[in-house]
């Protein structure tokens, strides 16, 4: 099994930063793919960023050049930079990660941590 755990959530004023970690464990060496989803209140869940094994990365357009996905392979971290943070970018944050490819849903996820922009 795949345990993520996430940290780094809080409340920031518009145009702020904050930086989530993942932290995870188990059987992680089997994961190739890493994502961040978030979740707005009254609203669906919707893919942030992700990074695969090769180091590839993919940025939903409303967070192009303000957030960054990275990866401590070392660790087992994964992060997410968030710069220019703007209140519709308010939600609960997860970390997912899938044993194989970046398709359809993920295969783990986490409890989220929660992320509040004031304007």
């Known amino acids: 099994q795949v345990q993520l755990v996430e940290s780094g959530g809080g409340s920031v004023q518009a145009g702020g930063s904050l930086r989530l970690s993942c932290v995870v464990s188990?059987?992680?060496?089997?994961?190739?793919?890493w994502r961040w989803f978030r979740q707005a209140p009254g609203k669906g869940r919707e893919g942030v960023a992700r990074?695969?094994?090769?180091?590839?990365?993919y940025y939903a357009d409303s967070v192009k050049g303000r957030f960054t996905i990275s990866q401590d392979n070392a660790k087992n971290i994964l992060y997410l930079q968030m710069n220019d943070l703007k209140s519709e970018d308010t939600g609960m944050y997860y970390c997912?990660?899938?044993?194989?490819?970046?398709?359809?849903?993920?295969?783990?996820w986490g409890q989220g941590t929660q992320v509040t922009v004031s304007s």
């Open positions: 990074i695969d094994r090769a180091g590839s990365t």
């Open positions: 188990g059987y992680s060496y089997r994961l190739n793919c």
């Open positions: 997912a990660a899938h044993n194989r490819q970046c398709v359809n849903l993920p295969d783990y």
